[in-house]
Structure formats: C-alpha cells, structure tokens
Nanobody, 127 residues
Framework: QVQLVESGGGLVQAGDSLRLSCAAS????????MGWFRQNSGKEREFVAG????????YGADSVKGRFTISRDNTKTILLLQMNSLKPEDTAVYYC????????????????????WGQGTQVTVSS
C-alpha cells in the first residue's frame, strides 16, 4: 500500500522559510489531486493548499496567500510546500494528502475528500 512521507519541518524564527516535501513510498501519484493541511493543538485540521493533476493550485486561508507556494513534480512523485515569511501562527503539524481524481483540474479542499494521508511534520515558528 502506498504511503505518504512528509519531511522538512522544524523549528525556525519568524520571517524564516521552510520547504516541506511529501513523497510516495512506492508507485506514482500522477493520477491524484494532492493537498496540504495543518493542525494546531485543540484546533480542527485546516486546508492550506491544494494542487490538481495538471498543476492548478488553490490556497486556503488568506493568511498563507503570497507566502506559501504548493507545487508538484510528477516525475519524482513529490509534493512540495514552500513557506516563506513564516509567522508564529503558522506553527502546526503539517500533513500532505492525496486522492484519486477523475479529472485533471480537480482540487479537493475538504479533509474528508482525501483517503491517503502522511504522518505529519511539525513546524514551529518562534517569535
């Protein structure tokens, strides 16, 4: 069974950058729409960004627009999230997710739409 493995989290200062990666343990994710979610303790999981099979993107909260960039490399089956100008409120566990999509342009924003999840990677931004 394919698994998703995130990496790239860590402890940084406000204003720093991080790049999160999500790789499939085997096979390809070319037929999947993919997304990044985050969850802080005591809060619901929040949609951060999604990307379709053909590279269309959608961002969640206004607070990440212009600072975060989602991208994918289908040849390497890697999903990326470039996070710039990080703020303390970005602190959370970040999860990548994948879901088979029947059309190239589909992007899923709801947590329940995804059936394949990574284990999460912690991002902590200090002020």
């Amino acid at each position: 069974q394919v698994q998703l493995v995130e990496s790239g989290g860590g402890l940084v200062q406000a204003g720093d950058s991080l790049r999160l990666s999500c790789a499939a343990s085997s096979g390809t994710l070319n037929r999947n729409a993919m997304g990044w979610f985050r969850q802080n303790s005591g809060k619901e999981r929040e949609f951060v960004a999604g990307i379709s099979r053909n590279g269309g993107v959608l961002y969640g909260a206004d607070s990440v627009k212009g600072r975060f960039t989602i991208s994918r490399d289908n040849t390497k089956t890697i999903l990326l999230l470039q996070m710039n100008s990080l703020k303390p409120e970005d602190t959370a566990v970040y999860y990548c997710a994948a879901e088979a999509a029947s059309h190239d342009f589909y992007i899923y924003t709801l947590e329940q739409a995804y059936h394949l999840w990574g284990q999460g990677t912690q991002v902590t931004v200090s002020s």
